[in-house]
């Protein structure tokens, strides 16, 4: 929605990684250069950290935009919870490779003609493995395995570990992964934005979908983002997608510091409705932005947004009786010679338009609020476009 509105080519904060978006902050450089380092070894592992949202999948699929595919055969992991059994042949599908059965021994067989063909023909493999914060120490035992894989002394298979800063100290103080910490030749921790890179980062962005100044961006709004989202990436988007969304909503062509404390403190409403204290819009900690920009409309029940659609009608209902009572009001003060009848008096107009405020404003809030919830909904899968 936000996109047609402003104009824009594209959806530039949208969730999924695309290289396309690419930006290289200090840390990205400095990630990127090790990984060049690395492949050139053709061995070994190589180790990428960050936190949740710190762009490590994004700098994936910028790598493999630089890769030749024709030299190099990748196959890609995400993993949950996987022991060594499970990983072996996860290993085996992502190289699109078809084992029989169950039976460890023969996927390990599979794994090893497929990088020896693949080595005969003149191309290096690399594995790439996600989320490695969850792997089961009998998985990563069989990652080292597999690396021992050669042909003669040529070896046969690369990995690169991407991870949570959790995986990061397992590798440190594991007593047991000596072996696998002497076979890593790079490593590096991706750091979140600084503040004067999430303005650049949001302006690269812009720019990438034919941004034109439209909406002009408030004073104070990227330096007051930057403390909401910590400088991390995925927060970044995630309020920004929120941010251009109630711009469109409400037909704005600035956006302020105000809309922006409304949309996260929309955010942690939504996170954590029913709360009897919530945290100050701009005040929030980063695992508080984290927990509230993670929530999307797969987590609302269709019985809620009913819901809020009644309670919508039930304020209106008030409304158009408030209304009538003043309307009430005013006819017998019209009726009267000193417009004030018995038992009608300014402070009881005063009051009703008070009330009648109020809930104009409750309202409003109620509707953006499903409206939001509802556009995010359609937008976020493309089958549903047609709605």
């Known amino acids: 929605m936000y996109d047609q509105f402003y104009g824009f080519s594209g959806r530039p904060f949208q969730l999924t990684p695309d290289p396309q978006f690419y930006f290289e902050s200090a840390s990205h450089k400095k990630a990127m250069s090790y990984l060049g380092y690395g492949l050139n070894q053709g061995e070994g592992f190589i180790v990428i950290t960050g936190e949740v949202g710190a762009g490590k999948s994004t700098l994936v699929a910028h790598l493999m935009e630089q890769v030749d595919p024709d030299a190099l055969t990748v196959g890609q992991v995400v993993t949950s919870a996987l022991d060594g059994e499970e990983l072996i042949h996860v290993v085996a599908q992502s190289f699109g490779l078809i084992v029989e059965g169950h039976d460890k021994a023969g996927a390990l067989g599979a794994i090893e003609r497929f990088l020896q063909d693949e080595a005969r023909a003149g191309r ?7 989320e490695c914060q969850n792997l089961d120490f009998t998985a990563l035992e069989e990652l080292r395995m597999l690396s021992n894989f ?33 076979r890593i030749i790079a490593s590096h921790h991706l750091e979140a934005l600084d503040e004067d890179e999430v303005e650049d980062y949001i302006r690269h962005r812009l720019a990438h979908v034919g941004w034109n100044g439209r909406p002009e961006l408030d004073n104070g709004l990227l330096p007051a983002l930057y403390r909401a989202s910590d400088g991390i990436p ?20 600035q956006l302020s510091v105000e809309m922006l404390e409304a949309v996260i403190e929309e955010m942690v409403a939504d996170q954590s409705r029913g709360a009897h204290k919530q945290p100050g819009p701009l005040a929030l900690e980063p695992e508080a932005v984290a927990a509230a920009t993670d929530s999307n409309i797969d987590s609302v029940p269709a019985s809620e947004v009913a819901a809020l659609l009644a309670q919508r009608d039930e304020r209106t209902a008030e409304l158009e009786a408030a209304i009538s009572e003043l309307q009430a009001a005013g006819a017998v003060g019209a009726d009267s010679p000193d417009n004030s009848p018995e038992g009608i008096s300014d ?26 919830m509802l556009i995010e909904w359609l937008e976020e899968d493309t089958s549903r476009e047609a709605a």
């Open 347 to 372: 402070p009881d107009v005063s009051e009703a338009l008070v009330r009648i405020e109020k809930r104009l404003e409750e309202q409003e809030q109620s509707f953006r609020h499903v409206l939001t």
């Open 124 to 130: 290096r493999c690399l594995l790439v493995v996600d």
């Open 150 to 182: 050669q042909l003669g002394s040529h070896p046969l298979l690369q990995s690169l570990l991407l991870g949570q800063p959790e995986f990061r100290r397992t590798l440190a103080n594991h007593p047991d992964l000596d072996q696998l910490r002497q």
């Open 234 to 253: 995925r927060r970044v988007n995630q309020v920004m997608n929120r941010l251009l969304l109630l711009g469109a909503i409400e037909e704005q062509d």
